[in-house]
């Protein structure tokens, strides 16, 4: 079964603050994602990879930065939080040549 | 660039009532690739049924939907609305961008089925 983790599941920060959400998956994909969701919006893609030490940005990264640091895992990190980066968050895997994308549970963060 | 368009923020039906939800896209590709997932409330999107294939139906979990390049169109449909069909629908295509694998959503579709 695939399997994407996202940790935290919540979380409140305050504006300026530093934010590190985290991503493991046991798929054994290359490819990996991070998106947010807001009503009106959709998925926004922010950032993705393509396998360990690669990173890309997306449609929206500023704000964001990303970290692969492995097959398994792939961070988001927002060094300076702002309230507008409110949102639910998203990480995804997915095996190059294939489409389907695994979405994680979803981390919901709260800027203050 | 592309682009999906979904006209229906909120959608609601009646129960056994049919389904119909709208999805155009844009693409300068040729051979577009195009998705529906669906997200159940407090659970992550997941991939509903896909299609390559021009003018050929795709059913899954009693949905089919029917890409057609010449309307731009991969509208998603079921005869008859279960209250568990209640959730988030999206529209999605595969991005021309490369050989790597990104997607295109669509703002979302909200289906809510009434008893």
């Known amino acids: 079964e695939a399997a994407v983790t996202q940790s935290p599941r919540n979380k409140v920060a305050v504006t300026g603050g530093k934010v590190t959400l985290s991503c493991n998956q046991t798929?054994?994909?290359?490819?990996m994602y991070w998106y947010r969701q807001d009503t009106g919006h959709g998925l926004r893609l922010i950032h993705y990879?393509?396998?360990?030490?690669?990173?890309e940005k997306g449609d929206i990264p500023d704000g964001y930065k990303a970290s692969r640091p492995s097959q398994e895992n792939f961070s988001l990190i927002l060094e300076l939080a702002t309230p507008s980066q409110t949102s639910v968050y998203f990480c995804?895997?997915?095996?190059?040549?294939?489409?389907?994308?695994?979405f994680g549970p979803g981390t919901r963060l709260t800027v203050l | 660039g592309d682009s999906v368009t979904q006209t229906e923020g909120l959608v609601t039906l009646t129960e056994g009532l049919p389904v119909m939800l709208n999805c155009t896209y844009q693409t300068i590709y040729s051979n577009p690739f195009l998705f529906w997932y669906v997200q159940h409330l407090n659970e992550s999107p997941r991939l509903l049924l896909k299609?390559?294939?021009?003018?050929k139906r795709t059913e899954h979990q009693g949905f089919h939907a029917t890409l057609h390049k010449s309307s731009s169109s991969f509208h998603l449909q079921k005869s008859s609305a279960q209250l568990s069909d209640s959730a988030l629908y999206y529209c999605?295509?595969?991005?021309?961008?490369?050989?790597?694998?990104?997607?295109?959503f669509g703002a979302g579709t909200r289906l809510a089925v009434c008893p």
């Open positions: 299609s390559f294939t021009d003018n």
């Open positions: 990879s393509y396998g360990a030490g690669s990173t």
């Open positions: 798929n054994n994909h290359n490819n």
């Open positions: 999605a295509l595969k991005r021309v961008s490369g050989s790597f694998n990104k997607l295109t």
């Open positions: 995804a895997s997915g095996e190059q040549g294939f489409y389907e994308q695994y």
